[in-house]
């Protein structure tokens, strides 16, 4: 069938005219009727935006109407669109218009600026010309700086200096931007500044007590901020303002032996502005005054202070008295700066003198202390403990004395070869015997004398520096064991066994139980002097197995009544595991034996296993009574016996 289509009269006929919407968007009727089933789409959007609403896109025969919605258009370009209309054979083609926003909108409308100036770069986006005033109130320091530059989608971009500021307030300015009834406002905000000048920022003075004026100029009501100092003060403060000032300070004379420096801060409160003004004083020299130069002292340990009247830190020279020592003084100006010493005690039988000299670096200016401290009465040990090796020996003991003294030691393995002693130092030798099989041992030796209430002990400490830390050890046939050797002789060990048909040792101390028996391992030292033994048990399974017996039992006489049970705590102390297979139990009279009883459990290396047996016998059996325990290792079986009496 040919398909007819028909637009009612008084109705638009869009399919011949274009269908125009106003950028804020709206809804139009396409009417007309068919005579077929028909369609209507949608054949392109604009950048992909789908901003056309068709409904409904499909109808059938008969009057139709279908609105066409567009939506708002916030962009500044026109916009249009072709739907296709089916019906049949027939197909029309509706072009969609909808005009561009009509506006001026900035892109930001709020500028802060420093108060040293800069430029301002305004974004006008626009679909109209546009015109822009700054107001004459601000065209002293807002200027525009170039023409505006188009840029894409209508928008333009316009460039502003702005002045550097001389005013202390933050300022504000604005730039109106028009087009057509509609108005934009940029406002620029600039900074203020103080503004502070000095007419001089530093001073050198004399070391006289003077006074000096400094000229401030500024724009603002400055403060002033002084050291915390005592010889600079301020002399007149003046009203300070929008003028220049004159202010007053003054200084004491300088008595030390150093310039002196203070910084003056004049700054504004309400910010970070500031200038400093550097007051440079000169000194009037070195002074140094000593009342007394000699001194006289005892030996003992002491402190000496001695007055010293100077304006300086001066150098302090012992020239070679290492016992006496400098406490530290700060004190600063012409004052009396108490030199002090600390003095060691002379522990030397003579009396000694030391000539400290006092200087300036700087100048001649020096001056010589004489001290000397007498000689110590009596006895003196520099060292009161001596340790010595296992091998003994001989060592030397030093007594300082200016009086009679002895040694004496209740210490058999002391021997003292002299105990008297002269008005020097004298050396004692003294023989430590070795220490053979006995422990560490600590000896005194006493140095004495009677008339002068004195006694000092020395004590002798006599260490092992090479032994095993185990005398004894077993091992299992076919097993091995380090031995350790405690060595602090720093010296290479050598290794050897006493029968090595019985036990090895390598050169690491590993021993090897080769046969059953007895062997001693023997660790010297490289040069022969120390010397170490252990004595090895080796052993087969039944030497490494203990059981010990107890338990709860009924006994009347030596007998144990039915029903008694004996505890037996098997410990294996060999490196393997074995097998406990059996345990029968065997009284002391005639025909009085049990039933074998077959464990079959293992006992870990080194662990202790319980097993309980019982008297099952109505008449019981006679003490003592035997359990017969048979063991397994390597397939081989040992018997053992273990008593309870």
Known sequence: MKSEVEVPNGAVNYFKNDMDFDFDGGSKIVAFSANLRWSMEKTNTQNGVDWLTIDPTVGGSGNSKVTFTAAENNTYEDRNMVVRFICGDTIRNIRVNQKRLEAITLTSDVFEVPASGGYVHVVVNHSKDFEFTIPENYKGW????????????????????????EEYEKREGKIYFTAGDEQEVVTVYQAGEGQLVLSQNEYNLTAAEQEFTVDVSSNYDFSIEMPKVEWLKENISQTRGMSSHTLKFKVTQNDDYNTRSAKIKIYDKNSNQSEDIVINQASIGAKLILDTKTFSINSEK????????????YNVDFQGANWLRKRQNNTRGITNRVLMLSIDENKNNDARTAQIKLSDKNSEVAEIITITQGAKS???????????????????????ANADYKLTSNNDWISIAANTRALTPHEHQVTIAALGDAEDRDGTITVSNDALNYSATITIKQRNTFYFETKSMDIMVGKEKMLSVKNTTKQNVEWSSSNTAIATVTDNGYVKGINKGTATIIAKTADGKHTATCKVRICEIP??????SGGTVSKEGDLLKNGSQIKWAIKN????????????LEGKASGELGNEYYANEDIAAGSTVTKTTKIEAAAGYHLPITCHFVFVYDNKESEIDATYE
């Open 142 to 165: 807002i200027h525009q700086a170039t023409a505006s530059t188009r840029g894409l989608l209508d928008q333009s971009v316009i460039s502003f200096t702005i002045d550097p500021s």
């Open 302 to 313: 002491q402190d000496l202070d001695i007055d010293v009247m100077s304006n300086f830190d």
């Open 378 to 400: 009596g006895i003196e040990v520099p060292t009161k403990e001596f340790a010595v090796d296992e091998l003994g020996g001989t060592i030397t003991i030093k007594v300082n």
């Open 543 to 548: 030497d490494m197995i203990t059981i010990k």
């Open 573 to 584: 102390n060999s490196p393997v595991k074995i097998t406990l297979k059996s345990m029968q």
